[in-house]
């Protein structure tokens, strides 16, 4: 059966995965300055242990540099595992958006606490009726029936 994938459009970025857990930009850089000019290099990390998750972004300057180290590395033996190499597929405008939502999460707790009050002064005062508490008089008793 023949691969059904669509061909991948070339960026100037190449995905490397598969990588040892040791190697770290500097190693990377040493593998893709040969094929050119290096503008970013992103080791990908686990945000709980610091650790290298065995992928990575490297940027280069042209598509055909990324071309030619795609071409080079793909499918060879670094750090004894097979590399893989392909372009990087640009991320979505969705990516911008959920960044915003999470700066605007980002709000302490005392911000959250006076934006709860606010709000709920706001209902109180659109609709008094409902938030009335019966009040209790002194000296009176509950009837039962």
Avoid: C, H, W
């Amino acid at each position: 059966m023949k691969n059904t994938k669509p061909a991948m459009k070339p960026t100037n970025t190449v995905y490397i995965s598969n990588l040892s857990y040791q190697r770290d930009r500097n190693g990377l850089k040493t593998i893709f300055n040969r094929f050119g000019t290096i503008k970013n290099i992103k080791v990908i990390v686990e945000p709980s242990t610091g650790e290298s998750r065995g992928m990575a972004f490297v940027e280069m300057s042209s598509v055909a540099e990324a071309t030619l180290a795609i071409k080079e590395i793909n499918g060879q033996v670094i750090d004894g595992r097979t590399v893989k190499a392909n372009y990087a597929i640009p991320q979505k405008e969705d990516g911008l958006k959920k960044e915003s939502k999470t700066k605007q999460k980002d709000l302490d707790y005392k911000d959250v606490q006076l934006a709860k009050k606010a709000r709920n002064q706001a209902r109180r005062n659109s609709n008094p009726l409902e938030f009335k508490m019966p009040s209790k008089k002194k000296g009176e008793k509950k009837t039962t029936k």
